[in-house]
């Protein structure tokens, strides 16, 4: 893919849009947007001030009556018109993906931008069956039906592995379900995010009704849950900031949405097509160099099929391409940052002093050696108590551990504090039915690994979060339901008033 467009031009206005117009943040501190692929600095630009946030808020406040007062058909035309603007920038946005995450750009025009587009298809179509209970009458004298309303302004907190599809998470649902809403990408990777806003400005949303504020977590990120005039948090992260964030939304008893990090084991029985488990364990944990909440970290392998599997991910892991993420052959891109990537190689160095790195384990050299590349790692012998098995390194780190009976496997599978993703391996629909019930996660795969789609929900269990991305369950998240109760009888001393006045009733 040749350069699409001069990034810095293209922002040369600022990395904020707030009520419709890009301008620069007041926080008073800059932000590099970095390529990892190459460490240069590809836009410089001023990060967002609690002041922006207050503005953006506003902004959003002013937009809701009259966009919550949009008929479901106005609401789903806008964003038929927006899903239609995504497609015609469909190249812009996987080269600025690409460009800010290092991202392969097959897996950007293969997965993020199609992925995006079809999210705003489908809530173009979910605006318009938004349910409630029919009406009726549950007391003689009463009849009661249901509103489901949208809350005001959300306040929608994103991560940086794949900033377009979760901006697209946050904003379509709330939107479709009449919210106004401020998004706060990762700082580091806004580009996808502002995008996303112009093009739906140019299919006419109102202005208003998506603000996006590129601003760091600790200030603009705190501001926007603890503002006063925000109905909602929606938060997409790691579990320490989750924590955070649910403590400091019970200030003004919000409502929120996390969808946290994820550990999700991989289950594979004795009986499973070894050459499938191979190739999705492979896929599973390369997806996104390893940066996907449910990608496949902790591969549990009945011990018949043990050997064969560990030597099967190590060959295959062996052929996986690193390079230039715009070069169409590449397989694996780099880590979003040197940062992240030295925190990995920090996780693999200690594990060696418990476990084998069967493969992988280092940064390549030579022309890949200026971005923050790490070779695909497979380790073997590790504790199931060890940091590796346990912790959350998003990178593209297997795990592979032995089992030997059904119910060591599983209870492997459940043994961290995560539960957003996992699957299950096996011929036997009676094994992988089991697995399915007892495994604890917001998602179990049979015979794959990593597939969504956008009629079905995304979210965790236990220390992953709760709450639904995607499908129409979001909208549980983004309405509350009002119970609306009519008379019937019309007479002013109603029967229950005897509860007070007794026989004077
Ligand atoms: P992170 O938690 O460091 O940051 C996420 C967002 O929170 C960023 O926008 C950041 O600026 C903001 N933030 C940081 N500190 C904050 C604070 N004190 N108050 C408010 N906002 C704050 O996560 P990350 O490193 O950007 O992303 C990786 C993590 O995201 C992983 O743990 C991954 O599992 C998780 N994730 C989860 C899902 C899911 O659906 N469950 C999807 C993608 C990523």
Known sequence: MDQRFDVTERFAEGAQFIAGSLRTGTSGRGQDVVDPATGDTVLRYDLAGTGDVDDAVAAAARAFPDWARATPAERSDTLHRFAAALAEDAEDLAYAESLNCGKPVKLSTGFDVPGTIDNAAFFAGAARHLEGRAAGEYSGDHTSMIRREPLGVVGSIAPWNYPLQMAAWKVLPAVAAGNTIVLKPAEITPLTSLLFARAAQRAGLPDGVLNIVSGAGRDAGEHLVGHPDVAMTS????????????????????????????????????????????????????????????????????????????????????????????????????????????????????????????????????????????????????????????????????????????????????????????????????????????????????????????????????????????????????????????DNTGVARKDWHRTVFGDRG
């Not at 969808?259 to 097509?273: H, Q, R, S, T």
């Not at 070069?327 to 920090?346: E, F, K, M, Y």
């Not at 590349?373 to 593209?396: C, H, K, M, N």
Request: net charge negative.
């Open 235 to 486: 938060f997409t992260g790691s579990t320490a900031v989750g924590k955070r964030v649910a403590e400091l939304a019970t200030g003004t008893v919000k409502r929120i949405h996390l969808e946290l990090g994820g550990k999700a084991p991989f289950v594979v029985f004795d009986d499973a097509d070894l050459e499938a488990a191979v190739h999705g364990a492979v896929a599973g944990a390369l997806i996104n160099t390893g940066q996907d909440c449910t990608a496949a970290t902790r591969a549990y392998v009945q011990r018949p099929l043990y050997d064969a599997f560990v030597s099967g991910v190590a060959d295959l892991m062996a052929t996986v391409r690193l390079g230039d993420p715009f070069d169409p052959a590449t397989d694996l891109g780099p880590l979003i940052s040197h940062a992240q990537r030295d925190r990995v190689a920090g996780f693999v160095e200690r594990a060696r002093g418990y476990a084998t790195v069967v493969t992988g384990g280092e940064a390549p050299g030579g022309d890949l050696a200026k971005g923050a590349y790490y070779r695909p790692t497979l380790i073997a012998g590790a504790a199931q108590d060890s940091e590796i098995v346990q912790a959350e390194i998003f990178g593209p780190v297997l795990a592979v551990l032995p089992f030997d009976s059904d119910d060591e496997g599983l209870a492997l599978a459940n043994d961290t504090p995560y539960g957003l993703a996992a699957s299950a391996w096996s011929r036997d629909v009676y094994r992988t039915g089991r697995a399915v019930r007892e495994i604890n996660a917001g998602c179990v795969w049979v015979n794959d690994h990593i597939p969504i789609i956008s009629e079905m929900p995304h979210g965790g269990a236990k220390a992953s979060g709760f709450g639904k991305d995607m499908s129409a369950y979001s909208f549980e998240e983004y309405t509350q339901v009002k119970h609306v109760m009519y």
